[in-house]
Nanobody, 115 residues
Framework: QVQVVESGGGLVQPGGSLRLSCTIS????????MDWFRQTPGNQREMIAS???????MYAESVEGRFTISRDNAKNTVYLQMNSLKPDDTAVYYC?????????WGQGTQVTVSS
């Protein structure tokens, strides 16, 4: 019923930019926070950005200054603007919702940074 769907992944060259979107649907509930995680094969998922219901943001040191998380409440959408991308940013990126009815993962979207 509840759906958390990422989009916007793809192939980008080093130094390039990409914007990911996460759209939430399927019910009426309160959202406490929206997070972006990423994961590479054999590793745990890493939280890279978060925004809470007050609009306060947090970033992992690995992406701070390059990535920006934002939201559009009217569209039920959270964005991750990624600039100055590096090959090490290559990963599957996941949207994660913390709500008053539970916590939900998106399906993930692949981001590949390569020449």
């Amino acid at each position: 019923q509840v759906q958390v769907v990422e989009s916007g992944g793809g192939l980008v060259q080093p130094g390039g930019s990409l914007r990911l979107s996460c759209t939430i649907s399927g019910g009426r509930f309160g959202i406490n926070a929206m997070d972006w995680f990423r994961q590479t094969p054999g590793n745990q998922r890493e939280m890279i950005a978060s925004i809470n219901q007050s609009g306060i943001t947090m970033y992992a040191e690995s992406v701070e200054g390059r990535f920006t998380i934002s939201r559009d409440n009217a569209k039920n959408t959270v964005y991750l603007q990624m600039n100055s991308l590096k090959p090490d940013d290559t990963a599957v990126y996941y949207c994660y919702m913390v709500s008053d009815i539970g916590r939900y993962w998106g399906q993930g979207t692949q981001v590949t940074v390569s020449s």
